[in-house]
């Protein structure tokens, strides 16, 4: 039981990790390192009850599938800043795959072989462990290195652990109970990668605490149940205390499952599920609410020494001799520019917004827009072509956050094509079960969005460019949600972008 505990929570984790929304590259990785796991534990439970040779095969191949899983993780982990390498994991996979094909062959009746398989696994971990050390000390003492720290002693003592498994071909046997540490300890590491702002160790062991505390509260009620009502079969406290672990780590990974297959089946219909999610929404309200007190006095704080920085910088530059002091003197007043710039976009992005809502052409909108775009340096070699269709019905909208939506996009999209290229406005009557809706869509023929960022390009603070900040396109989409419409972007790398908006008709008064 204790075996196929683990085994479960790593799938609850992969589950969890392969459903979120917030998901990246580090998720993904940690996710098929759970799922490797999965099949490892579980094989072995099944082989044990069944004596079957498919689960001796599944468990195998979850336990040669963890060496190349542990290094792509580890180089994910450590932004490709450590000795671990993308041909080191293709290694990994290609002597995981001999050894895969090894087990058909006569080798595999070698009294060594059995070891051999166990001990390359634990080779390779203790090796990641060692890169993941090497990194913590080259970094300084600062917020990332405190939580790789963390990951060091957890992944530390799971390693540790886990080496029951390499003993156990000693002849020295342990309690299965041990997978119950390894089980936790995974979900510690699950907290530490799905939560990067948890800096602190007592944060992480805040989060880990409840887990345990819902863990024995739901082990003592089943427990006094079964005693009370279950007669004297009832099942022992151990299996109790394991199926409620279960039971709570399952939770969280269940409601992102039944969150998107709500989702699919009723597309237009999420609120109809939000008392599931009723808690989240209301952190992210709070966080909202800090951030607007935050904003302003953050600002206020980083403005004031600015001003005083740009106004000795063009003192001392009317005093300067030399082209090269001059030179430098400029570009500490750009750098102070584009502070600025920072923390205006930044102070657009805290602020709550008052919504100036007006019956509205999108066609005139547009085409405002498009004007403004036009007096732009960037457009000198940008042919723009407007495709803006008739007899639109009218929307209620703030025109001029509209007009900041579409020159933020094409801002963008001009920047997408330095040699040139296309631009292109669209807009179009939707007419659905949801009633009427008008659609605008901006398109470049530049050099495309990644698939591993398009996910991202709406999140804060996310950018691509050396210099850019990562705010516009936030800003755009709070906007189109504050006017109860949606947008979305697709993207061919190396062919453009477009961008789609769509926007409710005014109800008929």
Known sequence: MEVFTLAVVSLAIAVFLFFTKRQNRIHLSFACLCLAIFFY?????????????????????????????????????????????????????FISLILLVSLFT??????????????????????????????????????????????????????????????????????PLYNI?????????????????????HEVMARALITGVLTLCATLVIYVFTRLFGGPSSSSLTYILLASFLIVISIE?????????????????????NFLYAFDQKLEREKSMLLEEMAPVLAHEIRNPLG??????????????????????????????????????????????????????????????????KANDLTEKIVIEEELRPELPLVNVDAEQLIQVILNIAVNALEAMPEGGKLIFRTRRIDSDQGEAVAISIRDTGKGIKRDELRNVFKPFFTTRERGVGLGLSICQRIIKNH??????????????????????????
């Not at 290094?71 to 450590?82: C, Y």
């Not at 390359?120 to 090497?134: D, E, I, N, R």
């Open 308 to 373: 005083s920085i740009k106004g000795a910088a063009q003192y001392l530059r009317s005093e300067v001799m030399t082209d090269e002091d001059k030179r430098l003197i400029d570009v500490i007043i750009e750098e102070v520019n584009r502070l600025n710039r920072v923390v205006n976009q930044f102070l657009s992005y805290a602020k709550p917004y008052s919504l100036n809502l007006k019956l509205q052409d999108v066609n005139a909108v547009i085409v405002k827009a498009i004007s403004i775009v």
């Open 181 to 201: 540490f390894i089980a936790v300890l995974m979900y510690m590491i699950f907290l530490i990668v799905n939560h990067p702002q948890l800096m602190d160790l």
């Open 106 to 175: 006569p080798l595999a009746a070698w009294p060594y072989w059995g070891m051999l398989i166990y001990l390359y696994p634990a080779s390779v971990l203790a090796f990641c462990y060692g890169a993941l050390v090497l990194f913590i000390r080259s970094k300084p003492a600062g917020v990332e290195r405190t939580r790789m720290l963390y990951l060091s002693i957890a992944f530390g003592m799971a390693a540790l652990i886990s080496a029951c498994d390499v003993i156990k071909l000693f002849g020295y046997d342990f309690s």
């Open 253 to 273: 990974p269940l409601k992102q499952v039944l969150k998107n297959i709500f989702s699919w089946i009723y597309p237009e219909s999420k609120e109809a599920f």
């Open 484 to 509: 109860g419409g949606h947008i979305r972007v697709k993207s061919i790398p190396g062919q453009g972008s477009i961008f789609y908006i769509r926007l409710q008709r005014a109800a008929l008064s």
């Open 41 to 93: 534990k579980g094989g072995g439970f099944f082989s044990v009850h069944f004596q079957s040779g498919f689960w001796r095969m599944v468990e195998l191949l979850g336990l040669l599938a963890f060496p190349p899983l542990i290094i792509a993780f580890g180089r994910l982990l450590l932004n490709d800043q450590s000795f671990l390498s993308l041909r080191q994991t293709m290694a990994a996979a």
